[in-house]
């Protein structure tokens, strides 16, 4: 055998050795990377266990999910806008009783009055005509009773007719009839003078809330009015609440109240009006402690009923988990998505009919948050 012979040899048996162990390498190599990608798929399957999101309750909080607890609730609860409103016969809005030109404002915007305090003063030529036309009834009426007296007298004596007495007597009743009526028309513009001068007056004790005259000013048939007068302590709580709150509320139920600032109120319902033309029902209730001023915007929470001991979880709560509605119960370092059965929708809260036992805790406010991990688990398992 010569040398180059020999060496030839000698480097086809090296690649032979070298291919197989290679060969060896990957057959031995194979099982262990396929055994460990088993292993990984196995630890992936725990992970993604049906229904569960392996979020710790603390580190959800921190992502912005509030944790809460089922509680018994119930009872029916309405929320309604509303406003304060003087209550029936607290204002007056007080109108010249006759056209007239005004001399006097006795009062401002503000001012406290008593019942009958004075307001303005007007001279009217028509509040003239009636003083006169009342003089003059009352003079009538006099001159009748004195002819009546004479002819009674001279009929007891024997000189007149009965029937002279008769006509006497009647003419005294009519003039005494006009007098009245001459009296009641000069009270009802307000007892003005020989002059013409009409003082107009509060008919309620209060505030007075709106001035619409001033010194020279006119006033006319068509626009009389002088001023508004209130009681600001007799005010109540006015709602418009839908036809559905005729069949949920009665007379004695309790409104709890919050104002623009936040301030919590309370009342109780005085008076549900029918539905109107609108389709509303006009809900009042009187203030039960401090009188918010009139014109102040509410929105009040109506409770009615007695609670039904059902219960009940936060609105954002429940969310929709396969088709069905769900809520995240905390379960060791997670939550499991549990199916419930809801009721009625209230005040932002959402009745548990079946599902709940009471007392788990669960997630509330940022629920959704868990739900968009659920499905985000769900499509990477899937993948």
């Known amino acids: 055998m010569t040398i180059e012979k020999h060496w030839m040899i000698t480097g086809a048996a090296v690649v032979i050795a070298l291919g197989a162990g290679f060969g060896v390498a990957r057959i031995t190599d194979r099982p262990a990377a396929e055994e460990g990608h088993a292993e990984g798929e196995g630890h992936a399957e725990g992970e993604a266990e049906e229904g569960f999101v ?8 921190q992502a912005g999910v509030t944790l809460t607890e089922v509680t018994p609730g119930g009872g029916a609860e309405l929320l309604l806008p509303g406003r304060v409103e003087f209550a029936p016969g607290a204002e007056a809005v007080v109108d010249a009783p006759l056209p007239g030109a005004v001399v006097q404002v006795h009062v401002g915007v503000g001012s406290r009055v008593a019942a009958g305090s004075a307001l303005a003063t007007l001279r009217s030529p028509e509040g003239a005509a009636s003083r006169a036309t009342t003089d003059a009834a009352q003079a009538g009426a006099e001159a009748a009773r004195a002819a009546e007296r004479r002819d009674r ?23 005494e009839a006009e007098l009245r009526a001459a009296r009641a028309r000069v009270a009802a513009y307000g007892a003005p003078g020989a002059d013409g001068l009409v003082v ?39 709602f418009e609440a839908p036809p559905a709150a005729s069949t949920l509320l009665a007379i ?4 709890r109240v919050r104002d623009a600032s936040g301030q919590i109120l309370s009342g109780v319902v005085t008076a549900i009006a029918p539905v ?10 009187r ?11 509410l929105s ?3 409770a009615s009923g007695v609670a039904t001991g059902a219960l009940v979880v936060p609105g954002e709560a429940i969310q929709t988990v396969e088709g069905r509605p769900s809520v995240f119960v905390v379960e060791g370092r997670g939550f499991r998505a549990r199916s419930v059965v809801t009721g009625r929708t209230a005040d932002g809260r959402t009745e548990i009919l079946s599902g709940l036992n009471g ?4 997630a509330g406010v940022g629920a959704f948050l868990l739900k968009a991990e659920l499905a985000k688990g769900d499509a990477e398992h899937g993948h």
């Open 153 to 175: 007298d001279l009929f007891e004596r024997g000189y007149v007719a009965r029937a002279r007495l008769d006509i006497t007597e009647a003419e005294a009743r009519r003039a």
């Open 252 to 255: 004695g139920d309790v409104v």
């Open 54 to 61: 392996a979020l710790a309750p603390e580190a959800a909080a």
């Open 276 to 285: 109107n033309a609108s389709g509303v029902v006009t809900i009042r209730a």
């Open 287 to 297: 203030p039960d402690g401090a009188s918010p001023p009139a014109g102040t915007v």
């Open 359 to 362: 007392g788990e805790r669960i």
């Open 200 to 238: 107009v007056r509060s008919p309620i004790a209060g505030v007075v809330t709106r001035l619409t005259t001033r010194a020279g000013q006119v006033l006319h048939e068509e626009d009389q009015e002088v001023a508004a007068v209130a009681d600001a302590g007799r005010v109540e709580m006015v």
């Open 300 to 302: 009040a929470r109506i």
